[in-house]
């Protein structure tokens, strides 16, 4: 693996920029498809999942003996590491409700803001060739500690139809009151514009491929909220001579085997460090089902040089990583001075894989960059806030003249006169 | 004013549609403008300030002299009004702040959870007749509470190349660090991809015509964030035979002075209200100087009579409304029992337009159905939550074994690996 040694400040931009993603080719199937779907309704889902997901559905809702059957199909001691995990996830994610702010701004101005759930959310789990039920963890659980009342679930159904055990399990544990086996394009068409099977939703959580990505961002035109633009998968390392070599190169292949796209990223002041971790890599590479993946992801990645600990949280700070795992002697700067990452992992004993499964954060996290300005799903993901106010004679009085003269100088004359036909009955 | 009396459930959606918006149209030019703005920069924003503004700048940035002349032209009365708004609504924003979340999930499990400042913000604040200082307030004062670094204004030039002098008090008050008289598409644009003057930004704020809309959604393609979609403001008072009918009118008319297609509603159970409302508006229309916009307006609202209080809440949580006032003898049935809405103003005395300008509430909200997912404006809106975790060796142990099933049953060796490679050493 190639080391970059002290790049110039003007090098980063370049040296960290992410993998490219072409979304405008698929634009146009991802709107023929919306336009079938809000046309046609579940005539449209039934022939794209024939034609995507290779199969004819009778019914695509899961039904009480799927779910009922799905309980015996996963092994006790999967179901109790699920439970383990569940049982994190809600206390961490209980732990973040707040209680309503309320202050007096002035005597008898009475302002207050409460959070209430979003009715209605869409939970997107993408299919594939393992069960990715860890997600229906992180999703389901925030939307019910939130007390959202329609928690709908899709996600596609294999060439026979089914859907796996593991997720219809946790789907069934965690709360969720509908499953569809829908997929893709058309599964974020159906929640956008509701068909007799699938009910419309006001927000859509979840991960997936290019084409789910961007149908969620054409959801938002239709007034659906999504939970984050998506992208693939990215984890930075921060290490320095105090860091354990082989504990790292296993976190960094952690990453790069979600995708041939992923990105990895080691920085250190050490340059004997990088070289212990590039060998690491190297060798637990051999062992893992997903060498192939993991190689190419492995090939983007890189590892860097810096000279002091500032320049590196610079650096970090302008990528602004999805994961971000901290293993230096002086982990308190970095810690304190982080201003753009998703998930911070602190130590020697904090796998990245820990927060994936079960520590108890979320692990659907901002990619790309844009942890600058999003934040990861949490429980405000699934709540709004709404503000309330109520004033007395007395307030109004003391704040009435106020808006009046805004209100004029802003040409609203109609904002000043709802104050001042009640002003002229109170004084 | 027409009165549309007891309907039926399945007409609710009809009665209610918002003046449709015409998006398409817009999406070439605003395409046309990031393009040149991005490969162009401050060239392009010239050539369009000149096209759209009429005006030829030597220098888009506001001069320090610009700043302070400011307060000389803001009248001695006026720099009180906006100071008095200013400390409710830093009151009410302050009030919000949270502190870290903490907890152990399980023993030797350390999650945490805190909100840092997005870097770079952009406050888009519309031109027109009059200077819409008051959301230079809303926008400006959170941001600063929150911590954000720069924040950046943009505000059209008039013809003369000039920005209001309230604009320029309120945001130099406000803490704005840097103000560009650049506005519409090339606002959005500039603030994007950043110029040779603009600041590029991380997440952009504030309201504006269609074009500014369709720019706000067009940069979250290029990974900028936004606040929310923006659309027409719109107000749904709630009232019974109680209410007092003028007060009801001017809220409402104080609602559909702001453009022609603002939406104003009022729903009832009582028929002598609706009349008296109806009369009122007639009577107090007549004397407004925005009279003719506020014309256009009503005649597109509704005034709905409804049988009782339970349907009316129905009704109103279908609609969504930005703006909700409550005047009704129990009040506290609505107060408790909306789900969606974005600000709510209670009592005889609670103006909607106290909430507009000076009670501490902002007054940046989801219109369009859109307060079904989204918040308005709020601390939160300037701040990302960032999660951190720090395990112990007997956290580990404690939850090691979790992660190992759940990553296998996933199919992910790698992410399993990275705990098993650890338990080897501690066990």
Chains 1, 2 share one sequence.
């Not at 994610?93 to 959070?115: F, L, N, Y």
């Not at 069960?131 to 060439?159: D, R, W």
């Not at 082989?246 to 990088?274: F, N, R």
């Not at 901290?326 to 990245?352: H, M, R």
Request: net charge negative; with cysteine; charged share 20%.
């Amino acid at each position: 693996m190639q080391i970059i040694s002290n790049p110039e400040r003007g090098e980063w931009a370049t040296i960290l920029e992410r993998p490219t993603q072409t979304v405008n080719d698929i634009e146009a199937i991802v709107t023929e498809v919306f336009n079938e779907v809000k046309s046609n309704g579940d005539a449209a889902i039934k022939k794209y999942t024939t034609k995507f997901d290779g199969v004819d559905l009778e019914s695509n809702v899961v039904s009480q003996e799927e779910l009922a059957n799905s309980t015996k199909l996963v092994s006790l001691e999967l179901q109790k590491a699920i439970k383990t995990a569940k049982d994190n996830i809600e206390a961490f994610h209980a732990a973040q409700k707040t209680s309503r702010v309320e202050i007096e701004t002035t005597k008898g101005v009475q302002c207050w803001q409460e959070k209430r759930p979003i009715q209605k959310v869409g939970l997107y789990i993408p299919g594939g060739t393992a069960p990715l039920f860890s997600t229906v963890l992180m999703l389901a659980i925030p939307a019910n500690i939130a007390g959202c009342k329609e928690i709908v679930l899709c996600t596609p159904p294999n060439k026979k139809g089914e859907i796996a055990s593991e997720i219809l399990y946790a789907a069934n544990l965690c709360g969720v009151t509908k499953i569809i086996k829908v997929g893709g394009i058309q599964a974020i068409a159906g929640l956008t514009f509701g068909t007799e099977t699938i009910p419309q939703v006001y927000k859509i959580f979840g991960p997936g491929n290019q084409f789910v990505t961007v149908a969620k961002q054409l959801a938002t035109k239709y007034g659906v909220a999504i939970d984050m633009p998506a992208g693939p998968s990215e984890l930075l390392v921060v290490a320095d001579e105090t860091a354990n070599a082989s504990y790292m190169a296993s976190d960094l292949l952690s990453q790069a085997e979600h995708g041939t796209d992923s990105q990895v990223i080691l920085v250190s002041t050490s340059k004997e460090m990088l070289n212990s971790v590039s060998t690491e890599i190297e060798t637990q590479l051999e062992v893992l089902p997903r060498k192939a993946i993991a190689e190419q992801a492995i090939a983007n990645s890189k590892l860097i040089y810096v000279e002091n600990d500032a320049l590196a949280l610079d650096m970090i700070n302008e990528y602004g990583p999805e994961h971000f795992i901290i293993c230096t002697k002086n982990e308190d700067f970095y810690v304190d001075g982080i201003l753009n990452a998703g998930s911070v992992f602190i130590g020697d004993y904090t796998p990245e894989s820990a927060g994936d499964y079960a520590s108890g954060t979320n692990h659907t996290l901002p990619t790309n960059g844009f942890t600058k300005a999003y934040s990861g799903v949490n429980l405000d993901s699934f709540l709004k806030n709404m503000t309330f106010q109520k004033i007395s004679k007395e307030g109004l009085l003391n704040i009435g003249e106020t808006i009046e003269l805004m209100a004029e100088a802003e040409g609203l004359q109609a904002h000043k006169n709802a104050v001042s036909i009640r002003l002229k009955d109170i004084k």
